[in-house]
């Protein structure tokens, strides 16, 4: 799986009542990564959500990637991302396998990328670009990163935080193979207008 495109993140309040729908119409749209991020304590509900969210992603030749749980991704053999404070990536990349995809956060500080690069990371992310409603405290980073890390790190670039159809292609052009998203995918009053707006992101990436 190439990584590269739009990379949707879910939010337990922002999809209550309308996790699949709303998840469909962003996989109909283009989504190519799928994060499921729940930071609920409610494992049975987490767990059948996931399993829904495999299901959904299978069908529109998408990966699910899990984050801060590394033994969920585990049995349900899917990705994990994981932050600074979430486990160890290289034990979770011995859990899941050299096929998993697995994500590390990076903040703003290349030394994390390059420390995750050696733990055996698929993506690392960096984040936030700009304001966050989901994660407002986030620390901020900027896009003279993004062209470090590029020259720097030898894989894909992940950037998060406050994007939008109007900032992404800004971030594109700075080396984001990825941009992830959750409000400005998810925060839509409707499942047609979260298709509108993922068809709108992945047109921004040029096919390669
Ligand atoms: C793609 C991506 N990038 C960064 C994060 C943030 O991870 P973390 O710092 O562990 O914060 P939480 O999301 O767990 O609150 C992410 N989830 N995904
Ligand atoms: C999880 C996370 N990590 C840094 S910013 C962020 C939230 C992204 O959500 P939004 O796209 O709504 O700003
Ligand atoms: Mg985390």
Redesign the pocket.
């Known amino acids: 799986m190439k990584l590269h495109g739009l990379?949707a993140?879910t939010d337990s309040q922002l999809l209550a009542g309308k996790l699949l729908p709303y998840v469909e119409a962003a996989l109909k749209g283009g989504a190519k990564l799928l994060?499921y991020?729940d930071?609920s304590t409610d494992d049975a509900r987490r767990l059948r959500e996931a399993e829904a969210l495999r299901e959904l992603c299978n069908r529109y030749g998408a990966a699910l990637i899990i984050?801060?749980d590394a033994e969920l991704a585990a049995r349900l053999g899917v990705g994990l991302?994981?932050?600074?404070?979430?486990g160890s990536l290289s034990v979770a990349r011995a859990l899941l396998g050299r096929k998993a995809i697995i994500?590390g956060?990076c903040?703003a500080q290349l030394e994390l990328a390059e420390a995750a690069a050696k733990e055996g990371v698929s993506y690392v992310?960096f984040?936030r670009f700009f304001n966050s409603t989901t994660?407002p405290g986030?620390p901020a980073a900027n896009a003279e990163l993004l062209d470090a890390a590029k020259a720097r790190i030898n894989l894909p670039i992940?950037a998060?935080g406050g994007v939008t159809l109007e900032n992404a292609p800004a971030l594109i052009a700075h080396g984001a193979s990825m941009v992830?998203v959750v409000h400005g995918l998810f925060g839509a009053d409707s499942a047609v207008e979260v298709e509108r707006r993922a068809r709108a992101f992945s047109a921004l990436f040029n096919p390669i």
């Open positions: 990379y993140i994060q991020r930071k984050n801060d991302h994981l932050g600074q404070t979430d994500g956060t903040h992310a984040g994660k986030a992940v998060i992830a």
